[in-house]
């Protein structure tokens, strides 16, 4: 058996840009990727403080430093700029891999600079 566990989150990013005309996803800056463990065309839920939408893209990633958080595609019509949003990954385990199971949670300030990195719920 498998169970689908958090993975990791980018908890509270605000979201700069919202793209309509683009092939679709979210474009993630790349040292917020990296923090969170997350991969280019990786699926992730994206959590809508400000309105309540839920919804699931795809990773693409966005230069390095610029603290990007946009949707692209269909997702734009979710969300706006300055919205607050948790960025959701998922991950199937073995009932074994859960002894040393700790999720990657990111948290950020309101310019999505890494506040905290933390290794538990």
Request: glycine letters at 6%; a negative charge; aromatic letters at 6%.
């Amino acid at each position: 058996m498998r169970i689908e566990m958090l993975y990791s989150k980018i908890h509270r990013a605000t979201v700069t840009d919202a793209n309509l005309n683009y092939v679709g996803s979210i474009t993630i800056d790349e040292e917020l990727m990296e923090a969170a463990k997350l991969v280019v065309g990786q699926k992730v839920d994206i959590l809508n403080i400000n309105n309540g939408e839920r919804f699931q893209t795809y990773v693409i990633k966005g230069e390095r430093g610029k603290r990007a958080i946009c949707l692209n595609g269909a997702a734009a019509r979710k969300a706006h700029p300055g919205d607050k949003i948790i960025i959701v990954a998922y991950a199937q385990y073995d009932p074994t891999e859960l002894q040393s199971y700790e999720p990657t949670i990111v948290l950020v300030d309101e310019k999505n600079d890494i506040q905290e990195i933390l290794h538990s719920m």
